[in-house]
C-alpha cells in the first residue's frame, strides 16, 4: 500500500530535549516536507527536499532541522525543543515539487512542548 | 506568502451549492486544493496548473485566474461527505509551498 508514514503519532516532551520525529514514504518520490498546523494558522511548511541531499527552508524553518540521507526518509529533528514547537506536524510526499501532482500526507504527530 | 481564503466558514444544507475563494498576492506556478477531516490528514483534491490545465474532481471542480491570482472550488450539490476543512496551496516560483488557512465547510441534512 502507498503511504507515508510518521512516528511517534503522539509525544510529550520537555523544553530543551532533543527529539526527531521519523518520516518515510514507499512511493519512490523525490519531492519530501513537512508542514506544522497550528488552529487558524493553517499548514505552514517547515522544510522540504527535491532530492537526496537536497533539502531548502520553507516557510517556518527556525528550531528545526532535517535530512535527507535516503530518498525514502526525511526525519524532522528539534535540537533543542521550546513550548511554541507545540503543533500538529505532518510529512508530505510527492513525485515532483513543480506542480507534478498531489501531494500525499502522513497520519500527523501531535508534539506537546512543556 | 500565505494565500488568502474566503470564506472562513460556511454551512450548507444538503444539495446546496458552495464557492470557496484563495487569493495570493504572489505569481502562482500552481494551485492545488485539499480537503481535511477532523483528526485526519489533509487529502488531495486537485491541481490547476498555470497555463489552464485542470484536473480534478467531477462534482468538485475548480477555476485558476493567472492575471488575478485566483483560484475558486466550486462543490455542486454538497452531501454529507463534503464537510471537512478545504485548504488552498499555492506553489510559487521556487518549489515552497504555502498553504491557505483554510474555510469549514459544515453539510447539514
Known amino acids: 500500500e502507498a503511504q507515508v508514514t510518521q512516528n511517534p503519532r503522539y509525544l510529550i516532551t520537555v523544553t530543551g530535549k532533543k527529539l526527531t520525529v521519523t518520516c518515510s514514504q514507499n512511493?519512490?518520490?523525490?519531492?519530501m516536507s513537512w508542514y506544522r498546523q497550528d488552529p487558524g494558522l493553517g499548514l505552514r511548511q517547515i522544510y522540504y527536499s527535491m532530492n537526496v541531499e537536497v533539502t531548502d527552508k520553507g516557510d517556518v524553518p527556525e528550531g528545526y532541522k532535517v535530512s535527507r540521507k535516503e530518498k525514502r526518509n526525511f526525519p524532522l529533528i528539534l535540537e533543542s525543543p521550546s513550548p511554541n514547537q507545540t503543533s500538529l506536524y505532518f510529512c508530505?510526499?510527492?513525485?515532483?515539487?513543480?506542480?507534478?501532482?498531489?501531494?500525499?500526507f502522513g497520519p500527523g504527530t501531535r508534539l506537546t512542548v512543556l | 506568502q500565505q494565500p488568502v481564503q474566503s470564506p472562513q466558514a460556511v454551512i450548507l444544507r444538503e444539495g446546496e451549492d458552495a464557492v470557496i475563494n484563495c487569493s495570493s498576492s504572489k505569481a502562482l506556478y500552481s494551485v492545488h486544493w485539499y480537503r481535511q477531516k477532523h483528526g485526519e490528514a489533509p487529502v488531495f483534491l486537485m491541481i490547476l496548473l498555470k497555463g489552464g490545465e485542470q484536473k480534478g474532481h467531477e462534482k468538485i471542480s475548480a477555476s485558476f485566474n493567472e492575471k488575478k491570482q485566483q483560484s475558486s472550488l466550486y462543490l455542486t450539490a454538497s452531501q454529507l461527505s463534503y464537510s471537512g476543512t478545504y485548504f488552498c496551496g499555492t506553489e510559487l516560483s521556487g518549489n515552497q509551498f504555502y498553504f491557505g488557512t483554510g474555510t469549514s465547510l459544515t453539510v447539514i441534512p
Open positions: 508530505a510526499s510527492s513525485s515532483s515539487g513543480r506542480g507534478g501532482g498531489e501531494q500525499f
Open positions: 512511493m519512490n518520490h523525490e519531492y
